[in-house]
């Protein structure tokens, strides 16, 4: 009895008032978040810094500098770049008209991301609601979405907006709605393949058996669980269509002067590529480093979200093969 009296006086005993500690560790046991998993990864890192960085340029940027991508000075003409000699606002050149380069790269940016941000928004809205929909309900509803979908993508998407902008006036809204318009059948698609497949899970049938009606089925169950691989499908589509309105700018059909936009840069250096190249380079490398960004964020996204391979993410950063050396003859 007294032995037992000793131990049982030896063991701490837990302080009541002590709070319950955290478990700071989240990759012990625990689901560690996605701002977790993305500092652990530095390439999905650092494309999320350089998409921030690009949203911040065209969102304050042109506030910033004012009347410089329109001021003319024909004395600064094709002034090389990375020199300080002219000023700050020549360091990335200037162009056949003296105009600074870096403030017509800032606000480029806001113009391209002012055709492609609406264009994917509206694409995401309207063809998820209506893939999940139609994937849901089956039957006729599912027969003729897939119809009008295989006939929307029956036509080249770039071919197609080429078309419609040449007979109407190239405008930014113009270009907008063409490409959501090209887009929608995509979300469409992987909206119905998912609906489809769930609308048979275990989850699904329940809430059939408590009453609930399909609309809200598809509101609070069907909805949270394909919106992952829709944000990470519109993620893709964001390269597609920036690169898009960069192609058509650069035809002479998309965004017109005196708006600028990125696409329409590199189309109106390219008569100076022997003298100055930096009026095409630049711009296509603002083009080149924000998709080349997004695809590495949208290739985490898509393990991130996905409850079967997210634990890989959150797996430490270890050599996976280890050399044994050759055992001695």
């Known amino acids: 009895m007294t032995t037992s009296m000793t131990d049982s006086a030896a063991v701490p005993q837990p302080d009541a008032q002590q709070p319950p500690t955290k478990n700071t560790a989240a990759g012990k046991g625990g689901n560690p978040g996605l701002f977790r998993l993305l500092l ?10 350089v998409l921030v960085a690009v949203g911040l340029t065209a969102l304050v940027g042109p506030a910033l500098m004012g009347d410089l991508a329109t001021k003319q000075n024909l004395l600064f003409a094709n002034k090389a770049p990375f020199t300080m000699a002219h000023g700050w606002e020549y360091f990335l050149g200037s162009d056949s008209l003296g105009r600074s380069m870096l403030a017509r790269l800032v606000v480029a940016s806001r113009t391209t991301l002012s055709v492609a941000l609406p264009a994917v928004a509206v694409a995401l809205v309207i063809g998820s609601l209506w893939g999940v929909w139609a994937g849901f309900h089956r039957g006729w509803r599912e027969n003729v979405s897939m119809r009008i979908a295989d006939v929307i993508m029956s036509f080249p998407s770039l071919l197609l907006a080429v078309v419609v902008l040449y ?19 995509i979300y469409l698609r992987t909206g119905r393949a998912e609906s489809a497949e769930l609308q048979s899970r275990t989850f699904v049938d329940a809430a059939r058996t408590f009453g609930a009606k399909p609309n809200a089925i598809i509101v609070r169950h069907v909805i949270p669980v394909v919106l992952p691989t829709l944000l990470t499908l519109a993620t893709l589509e964001f390269c597609y269509v920036m690169l898009a309105e960069s192609s058509l700018s650069f035809l002479g059909i998309g965004i017109q002067p005196p708006d600028v936009s990125w696409g329409l840069m590199v189309s109106q250096g390219r008569q100076y590529l022997q003298t100055a190249w930096w009026l095409s380079i630049f711009p296509g490398v603002a083009i080149v480093v924000t998709t080349i960004a997004a695809n590495v964020l949208a290739a985490w996204l898509r393990i991130a979200t996905d409850p079967a391979q997210r634990w890989r993410l959150a797996l430490p950063r270890k050599r996976l093969i280890v050399r044994i050396p050759a055992k001695e003859a």
């Open 40 to 49: 652990k990864d530095r390439f999905a890192a650092a494309s999320a810094l």
């Open 167 to 185: 007979v109407f006036s190239p405008s930014a809204a113009n270009i907008v709605l063409i490409l959501a318009l090209t887009r929608i059948p």
